[in-house]
Nanobody
């Protein structure tokens, strides 16, 4: 059974930092591209950052220079370090694991709220 369990969300003031974690089980973690997505109320889920098995990363323009995605294959965990947070970063953040075109898993989400 595949599980992606996010943690680390919460309430923070603008300019603050949070670190999200996503612990994976039931998959060969090192083979998967891992990603973080967010979904604000009334909006579609959007990509925040990706990291592939080789460690290459990709970021949405809105978070580039503020957020850092990383992975620890020994712990089957992906992280999202979020600095200089803005109120517009407020959303539910979801962890994603995908392999090829068919295999795709989601976590349950963790709420991030940034107050102004």
């Amino acid at each position: 059974q595949v599980q992606l369990v996010e943690s680390g969300g919460g309430l923070v003031q603008a300019g603050g930092s949070l670190r999200l974690s996503c612990a994976a089980s039931g998959i060969i973690f090192r083979l998967y591209t891992m990603g973080w997505y967010h979904q604000a109320p009334g909006k579609q889920r959007e990509l925040v950052a990706l990291i592939n098995p080789g460690g290459s990363t990709n970021y949405d323009a809105s978070v580039k220079g503020r957020f850092t995605i990383s992975r620890d294959n020994a712990k089957s965990t992906v992280y999202l370090q979020m600095n200089s947070l803005k109120p517009e970063d407020t959303a539910v953040y979801y962890c994603n694991a995908h392999l090829g075109r068919v295999t795709n898993y989601w976590g349950q989400g963790t709420q991030v709220t940034v107050s102004s």
